[in-house]
């Protein structure tokens, strides 16, 4: 897919995002917009910052199966994004909620930060991680990467946080889909 029918596709994607809250104080394109300013704060590269942005595009190219989304947004979201991006974009998404549950075992104040949504979904999603799990996660080439955008993921829920048009990051995407 070229680059103008890959940003096509993503602006139809968060436009259905836009009306979508999932539980949280913002809609899902408040939540993705926030994330990618979050990254961008912390000087993450382009390739995060679209990731971050990206993050829960899976809870658009599958049927939600909850009043929370999909359960699997990871997973449909980092193949969707696989096929359109090098792994250092699809594979933090992918990572995400791995990360979530990772986070779960390894930090004890972490699980009691969750949001209500955040913790409803955790159950469905495998819970925390056990120890042998953790250990593989953290052998994950995007480990780091998944780990990061996962606490972008849980601060990116402000409500009435001025955010920019999510076409602001057009830029940035075309800079990141022209990486091989």
């Known amino acids: 897919m070229t680059r103008q029918p ?7 994607l968060l436009a259905r995002a836009g009306e979508v809250d999932y539980g949280e104080q913002v809609t899902m394109l408040e939540h993705s917009i926030q994330c990618a300013l979050f990254a ?5 590269s382009d390739a995060l910052v ?3 942005l990206l993050h829960d595009i899976g809870s658009f190219v599958s049927s939600p199966d909850s009043a929370f989304g999909e359960y699997a947004h990871d ?13 250092a974009v699809s ?4 990572l995400h909620v791995a990360a979530k549950r990772y986070l779960c075992a390894v930090e004890p104040e972490y699980r009691r930060a969750l949001s209500p949504a955040s913790l409803h979904t955790l ?7 056990q120890a042998h799990e953790a250990r593989a996660f953290e052998r994950e080439p995007f480990f780091a990467d998944a780990v990061r955008l996962r606490r972008w993921d849980d601060a990116g829920k402000v409500a009435g946080m001025a955010v920019p048009p999510a076409r602001s990051f057009h830029a940035l995407l075309r800079r990141v889909l022209g990486t091989p």
């Open 50 to 52: 679209a990731a971050a």
């Open 6 to 12: 890959t940003l096509d596709a993503i602006d139809a």
């Open 91 to 94: 594979e933090p998404v992918r």
């Open 123 to 129: 159950g469905h999603q495998g819970g925390p991680m």
């Open 75 to 87: 997973r449909s979201g980092g193949a969707w994004l696989a096929q359109r991006f090098a792994p």
């Open 40 to 44: 961008q704060r912390d000087g993450a």
